[in-house]
């Protein structure tokens, strides 16, 4: 079921060199499904983003249900159904439970277009969410088995072009769909009133049905069987045991039993989720209320800041880690802290700006720094997580990422319409948010390094 896997004893005993790895063509190709895969995910958050204010005109919403829409609608279930699905990735083929997900996440975005009502509108958010839930563990359990240790920080790296590709296509393309379709009558269909803005979401879902496809061709690397001392399903166990593991109970075990490595780590994700998503999706109202540019201007201005601070990123973050992994064994979780340090203080400079391209810029700069620490981070999580539950506990490290990044939409709108109240000192609420979270993440990144650096010094000494 879930395929050949190779005992963790065995490698331990004969050398990193007895476990065969899948070629280089096969592990590329893989790698190459999964960032297309990527950069959908990316492009309609962004493009949704690059909607926001017409959303808001033609539903009638407040700051707060816009918000909602963008965030927690969008992770409702998640909790319910991305641990299970994620668990699908620990026990099945993961090219199939991610050609699963894509194409279910290109039919559900289509389906947002058809959308009459603000409730319709949240419905389709909440399915989205659970389409998409198992992307991010299926992928990294699957690149952690398919390149050696050695150069699976290289396969992150490259894996980050999907967040580019989405975050850069996603304004330039988005904004000037979104400007185009204001000229657009209203079609009828039936019932139905489809927006022109609508169009754009129902087109938008269709490359995901083509990508799923592709995950047909990816090549399933072979799994490492489970430590001796993983935790294991008791011999016998009923049914509401085995239902309790697939929720994710002995992920949360492993997690739990070393609270030093995981809940710094968990922390300082969960809190920078906040802000960085709550700003991400604020930004384009912002620099409307703020500056008075329209969503093309937005969308182009973005297109290069957030290109060049990508690119910039991944030369930073490689460099970075390298540099420190010649000198230190926490390199991963020692290169994101001062990642975290440099997102902190630019996201904050970049609201302060009293010029447009000042805040594109430093917006840019903001998104080269959270790039950079992201490829360590994501690294740090699969050296030290039972081989066998990789999935999950990836699943439930995404989960502070999703939930709380989810939340950062809705925390803004609320600190907007509860504390700032005038809807055109929106800055003011991004200022507070981001005054608040990020130096906090900051100071738990820090904490991390140490009990990380412990245990992977642990895991080495063990041969794994």
């Known amino acids: 079921m879930a395929g050949p896997t190779v005992m963790a004893e065995q490698v331990a005993a004969e050398g990193a060199t007895a476990r065969e790895w899948p070629t280089s063509a096969s592990a590329y190709w893989a790698l190459t499904v999964i960032v297309l895969a990527t950069f959908l995910t990316f492009f309609d958050a962004v493009t949704f983003g690059m909607l926001a204010e017409r959303i808001k005109h033609d539903f009638g919403l407040t700051?707060?249900?816009?918000?909602?829409?963008?965030?927690?609608?969008?992770?409702?279930?998640?909790?319910?159904?991305?641990?299970?699905?994620?668990?699908?990735?620990?026990?099945?083929?993961?090219k199939?439970?991610?050609g699963g997900g894509a194409a279910v996440v290109g039919l559900i975005v289509s389906l947002g277009?058809?959308?009459?009502?603000?409730?319709q509108f949240v419905g389709t958010r909440v399915f989205l969410a659970a389409g998409g839930s198992a992307h991010a563990p299926s992928s990294y359990s699957l690149l952690a088995d398919a390149f050696p240790p050695k150069k699976l920080t290289r396969a992150f790296a490259l894996l980050q072009f999907g967040f580019i590709g989405g975050t850069t296509l996603g304004p330039l393309i988005g904004g000037a769909l979104v400007v185009m379709s204001a000229t657009w009558e209203p079609t009828q269909l039936g019932p139905l009133t489809i927006r022109g803005w609508q169009w754009i979401l129902m087109v938008m879902g269709l490359p995901g049905l083509l990508v799923g496809l592709l995950f047909l061709t990816v090549k399933e690397p072979t799994r490492?069987?489970?430590?001796?001392?993983a935790p294991q399903v008791p011999q016998g166990a009923g049914l509401g045991r085995k239902i309790l593991t697939f929720m994710g109970l002995d992920a949360l075990r492993a997690i739990n039993a070393k609270p030093r490595v995981y809940y710094p780590l968990f922390g300082a994700l969960a809190?920078?989720?906040?802000?960085?998503?709550?700003?991400?999706?604020?930004r384009v109202p912002f620099m409307i209320r703020t500056f008075g540019w329209n969503e093309q201007q937005i969308g182009a201005a973005l297109g290069m800041t957030v290109l060049a601070g990508s690119l910039a990123g991944l030369v930073l973050g490689s460099v970075l880690v390298e540099w420190l992994a010649k000198r230190h064994k926490d390199a991963n979780v020692r290169a994101a802290a001062i990642c975290f340090a440099g997102t902190t203080v630019s996201s904050i400079a970049a609201i302060l700006m009293p010029t447009a391209w000042g805040s594109m810029i430093l917006f840019g700069i903001s998104g080269m720094f959270g790039l950079a620490g992201a490829v360590p981070q994501n690294a740090a999580v699969q050296r030290v997580a039972p081989n066998d539950m990789r999935g999950q506990v990836t699943a439930f490290y995404l989960f502070m990422f999703t939930f709380f990044g989810a939340m950062g939409s809705f925390v803004v709108g609320r600190v907007q319409d509860l504390v700032v109240g005038d809807p055109q000192q929106l800055w003011k609420a991004l200022l507070i948010t981001a005054c608040v979270l990020l130096p906090l993440a900051t100071l738990l990144m820090i904490r991390a390094i140490k009990p990380y650096r412990e245990e992977v010094e642990r895991l080495e000494a063990e041969g794994r």
């Open 96 to 98: 199939y439970v991610l």
């Open 113 to 119: 277009g058809l959308a009459q009502t603000f409730t």
């Open 224 to 229: 490492l069987a489970p430590a001796a001392d």
């Open 271 to 282: 809190l920078s989720a906040v802000e960085v998503f709550g700003l991400q999706f604020w």
């Open 63 to 94: 700051d707060s249900q816009l918000g909602f829409l963008a965030g927690p609608a969008s992770i409702i279930c998640y909790f319910f159904v991305g641990i299970p699905l994620a668990r699908l990735a620990d026990v099945y083929p993961r």
